[in-house]
């Protein structure tokens, strides 16, 4: 028999030192089925990490598996390039009922390869090419990927400490993180003193930023630490984007197809952007990225933006069925609503532990801010606690829970289940998280 341990010893002495999640949760999985994984000494845990958000309807659901089946059986082409088939036009015919009847009716979509990362870079490419302008503005704590470019237009400097001369004409403004507010002013004060920032970098000539070609973000940030763009915050970003003609990007990558309680994380705001980019859930596990753009902007030349893998098309089969159950259940509705549940049972623990100081987020993307109780950082908030958030990550885990971590300063517990979790689940990971927080901050 296999162990845990051969396989991971195995995985230290062969693979990169960059990997990460081995680190934090040190098994080889056997098999997965829902939300539940087995390692291969046969021990169960909940998965709250979910592929980073990818798997919108856990590990092996029928209606994934199937479609993969399907394909196999009918010997369809697996790999095409770009040419098209049936199984590709009815992924887009899924992907178009999905995104807002206002957005889809002049849309075009652009497939970009397989992760995430390829769509923000087609996002980029494109506002470029369509605007003449080189400028992008980004946002603290966002995170869009870790390709050159991408890494360029994420907010930590963490990674990219060791990289001399990314993408240069970024320029990052302030994300309306209420919690610790640039501006040291709480709520609707700092979000607009956030707006106003952004509004002189836009209409002053002297700001010293060129105009933009586009300004990108997360409607809900995901790396960052589940921080929500309140709505009436992204209305106005959106009529400041429209009053400059400036492009307005918004990364679904990990908050699209109903993860926060709405297909889309744009949609809580009623806004339309210019250019969606969607990956995680949209291939229903497997890779894949697209864009989605109004028609005007699709300035590509044959040629512009090309790869190899711009469209698997067992992705497109399984990300088809996905996005297809996740619609006519409803999964944006549960995330919501179960959402719900879990933000209520972490409000209340927050309240008993003072080491808890944020509870955050959207549906089913909760996040835990973890703090030290009597220090405060340089802006006088709250010092948050990096080692504190491990070590309540440690005591899930043991006790069979998945979770990340994540934020700005690596203390903020993530929730990210897939959207089909059940009610008996969403107790068992209140219990587990309870006991761990219990255990860490009694
Ligand atoms: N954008 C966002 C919002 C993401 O959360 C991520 C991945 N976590 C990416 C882009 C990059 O995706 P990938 O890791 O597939 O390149």
Same mark, same amino acid.
């Given at each position: 028999e296999v162990s845990n341990t051969d396989l991971l010893q195995q995985q230290a002495n062969r693979e990169s030192s960059a990997r990460t999640y081995p680190r934090r949760f040190p098994l080889a999985i056997r098999h997965a089925k829902g939300l539940t994984v087995t390692d291969m000494d046969g021990k169960e845990y909940i998965d709250c990490l979910a592929g980073a958000g990818t798997l919108a309807l856990g590990h092996n659901h029928n209606v994934v598996t199937d479609a993969i089946r399907e394909m196999i059986d009918a010997n369809v082409p697996l790999h095409t390039l770009d040419i098209t088939t049936a199984t590709k036009e009815a992924f887009i015919d899924e992907?178009?009922?999905c995104l807002p009847a206002n957005f889809s009716r002049d849309a075009r979509v652009h497939f970009c390869g397989p992760t995430g990362a390829d769509g923000v870079e087609a996002a980029i490419k494109l506002a470029k090419i369509a605007t003449g302008r080189s400028t992008i503005l980004s946002f603290q704590g966002g995170y869009h990927g870790s390709t050159h470019a991408t890494m360029s237009l994420s907010g930590n400097?963490?990674?990219?400490?060791?990289?001399e001369g990314l993408v240069p004409n970024v320029h990052f403004m302030p994300y309306p993180y209420d919690y610790r507010c640039p501006f040291g002013l709480g709520g609707r004060a700092g979000e607009k003193a956030g707006l106003n920032f952004i509004r002189s970098v836009l209409g002053d000539p002297e700001s010293?930023?060129? =105009?933009?070609a586009a300004i990108i973000l997360e409607a809900v940030q995901g790396e960052g630490g589940a921080i929500p763009a309140p709505d009436?915050?992204?209305k106005e970003l959106r009529q400041l984007t429209l009053e400059h003609d400036v492009l307005l990007i918004i990364d679904e990558v990990?908050?699209?197809f109903g993860r926060?309680? =709405?297909l889309f994380a744009f949609e809580h705001s009623g806004i339309t952007p210019d250019i969606v980019v969607m990956s995680k859930a949209v291939g229903g596990g497997l890779p894949l990225s697209v864009i989605a753009y109004h028609r005007k902007y699709d300035k590509w030349q044959p040629g512009a933006h090309i790869g190899t893998f711009r469209g698997n098309q067992l992705a497109m089969a399984a990300g088809r069925n996905t996005l297809r159950y996740i619609r006519e259940n409803d999964l944006a509705g549960h995330a919501a609503a179960i959402g719900q549940q879990l933000a209520s049972a972490l409000r209340n623990l927050q309240?008993?532990?003072p080491q808890i100081g944020d509870v955050r987020g959207r549906g089913l993307m909760l996040g835990v801010e973890m703090i030290e109780d009597r220090t405060s950082d340089i802006q006088g908030y709250p010092k948050a606690d990096p080692a504190l958030a491990r070590s309540v990550q440690k005591s899930c885990f043991d006790r069979g829970l998945i979770l990340e971590v994540g934020g700005r300063h690596s203390a903020v517990l993530r929730f990210l289940p897939p959207l089909i979790i059940s009610n008996a689940e969403m107790l068992k990971i209140i219990d587990i998280f309870s006991d761990a927080i219990a255990e860490n901050c009694a």
């Open positions: 992907l178009l009922v400097l963490h990674q990219k400490g060791a990289l010293g930023v060129t =105009k933009p009436d915050w992204l990990q908050t699209g926060t309680g =709405k309240t008993a532990f």
